[in-house]
């Protein structure tokens, strides 16, 4: 294997996070800012995903409502297959969950490799955040999946590897790329920015897909 692209899912695959259409459209609004408290260090990472997710409807049609509301890339597919045409096998790293990531990416026909949080849907408890396995050299306790694992892992197997991402949780495994094919926007951009290191910007997906291909 010479080349892996290994990309976050939410903000990066789509435009906008599974976890913050739950927050606009399904919490009581005097719900606490969970991400907020996360980005200050008072709860995990995984465990602000998995209250917000607690959230998540059950019924078939308004999780439809909301995957489509993720805005995921419109030119998924066909960027996808130029990827994989120019020799670049696709790892998405989440620290969200397989459940909604499986679904948008099989259903668009896109062959990768998923590494992330299970999930199961339970009426009344919506959707139940589960850790990988502590026994997978990829689990973390506080994001449920090491995506600097991930991308060390990648490292040691291909010759060259891209990453690309938006959010807190990818500042590390961004860093151990080299600045060329390190993609980054939002929070993830303005982190690398504060540090000095360089970066691609990008606004879609696909177009980092065209510069790699
Ligand atoms: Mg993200």
Redesign the pocket.
């Known amino acids: 294997m010479h080349k892996i692209f290994v990309s976050?899912?939410?903000?990066?695959v789509?435009g906008k996070?599974f976890y913050s259409l739950l927050a606009e459209r399904y919490l009581p609004r005097d719900t606490p800012d969970y991400f907020a408290q996360y980005r200050e260090g008072q709860i995990s990472h995984f465990d602000a995903m998995a209250a917000y997710f607690s959230f998540a409807p059950t019924e078939e049609q308004q999780l439809e409502e909301l995957l489509a509301a993720s805005q995921p890339d419109p030119d998924l597919a066909a960027s996808a297959a130029l990827l994989r045409d120019a020799g670049w096998k696709l790892w998405v790293v989440?620290?969200?969950s397989s459940w909604y990531v499986e679904r948008v990416l099989s259903r668009a026909g896109v062959a990768a490799t998923v590494y992330s949080n299970p999930g199961r849907l339970e009426n009344g408890r919506g959707l139940i955040l589960e850790k990988m396995e502590s026994s997978s050299p990829y689990h973390s306790a506080s994001e449920g999946v090491d995506k600097s694992a991930i991308v060390r892992h990648a490292l040691r197997v291909a010759e060259t590897v891209a990453f690309a991402?938006?959010?807190p949780?990818?500042l590390q495994p961004a860093l151990l790329i080299r600045p060329e094919l390190r993609f980054a926007r939002?929070l993830?951009a303005e982190a690398l920015q504060a540090r000095g290191e360089a970066f691609q910007p990008f606004s879609r997906w696909s177009e980092i897909a065209r510069e790699l291909a």
Do not use: E, Q
């Open positions: 976050d899912y939410d903000g990066t789509t996070d989440s620290a969200g991402g938006d959010g949780t990818d939002g993830l």
